[in-house]
């Protein structure tokens, strides 16, 4: 392993072009018919639209696309810069026992469960709704363990309300692809957004980690977070059908 030059990471670009190769919207692209169903044709013919397929040249000209990207990325970076540093800041800035401070994760995982089921479509994330509150009360220079009022219980629960918005969000997107964009097109509608959302998986362990080499904190990359929860909602807004 010493000797490999390419990150593990990087092996996964190797699944575009076999998925590319083997995936399709629709059993008929390669005339079959859905799982289960028997034709004495070996499958239903396409309609004329199937067969030509997607424009998607003109789906590519639509501004809406981009700027729906631009918000997936920015919400992917407020997840990450949230999930990935939350222990570590519980451990080393908190001085919580490592133990403990993984509960913190743990409370984002179990949380997120309850979060597609429990908050409608037009829910935030909480990086938005920590953002808010932090303004209205304590001003921009009070990191997150203030809101919690240092006590474990406190952040707890602000860590398992993150959970819920987390996890709550991604929907919002898929709604956004059936439902702005042409009827067909939504599983490539995302697979392109997708692009965006790796971007920021890429960046937010770069981006939260230099920020707090150089400030000797976590606060300022999880403001990043929020900041970047914001600007993925601002992105949205001027989305139309």
């Known amino acids: 392993m010493a000797g490999l030059l390419v990150p593990p990471g990087a092996c996964a670009f ?10 399709r919207d629709r059993p008929q692209e390669l005339r079959l018919g859905p799982w289960g169903e028997t034709t004495d044709s070996g499958g239903t013919p396409l309609p004329a639209e199937s067969r030509e397929g997607f424009a998607y040249r003109r789906i590519l000209r639509i501004p809406s696309l981009y700027l729906a990207g631009i918000s997936y990325f920015f919400i992917g970076l407020t997840a990450y810069l949230v999930n990935l540093f939350i222990v570590t800041y519980g451990a080393m800035e908190l001085k919580y026992s490592f133990a403990r401070a993984a509960q913190l994760a743990s409370s984002i995982a179990f949380s997120g469960i309850a979060g ?3 908050c409608p479509p037009s829910r935030t994330t909480l990086a938005q709704e920590m ?11 009070r ?18 309300a993150f ?8 929907p919002v997107y898929a709604a ?15 697979g392109f957004w997708t692009i965006f959302y790796g971007f920021s998986v890429v960046l937010a362990p770069a981006v939260g ?10 606060v300022y990359s999880f403001l990043t977070a929020a900041a970047s929860g914001c600007l993925a909602i601002l992105f949205l807004l001027p989305i139309k059908k």
Do not use: K
């Open 14 to 23: 190797l699944l575009v072009p076999l998925n590319g190769l083997l995936l």
């Open 116 to 118: 597609p089921f429990s």
């Open 143 to 160: 990191p997150l363990h203030h809101l919690a009022g240092n006590r474990w219980l406190a952040l707890l629960a602000a860590t398992g």
């Open 209 to 218: 980690g230099t920020l707090a080499d150089a400030t000797g904190t976590f």
């Open 131 to 141: 953002l808010d509150h932090h303004q209205r009360r304590h001003g921009r220079e």
């Open 176 to 190: 956004l692809a059936a439902e702005f964009f042409p009827a067909g097109a939504t599983g490539s509608v995302i």
């Open 163 to 170: 959970g819920i918005f987390y996890m709550a969000v991604w």
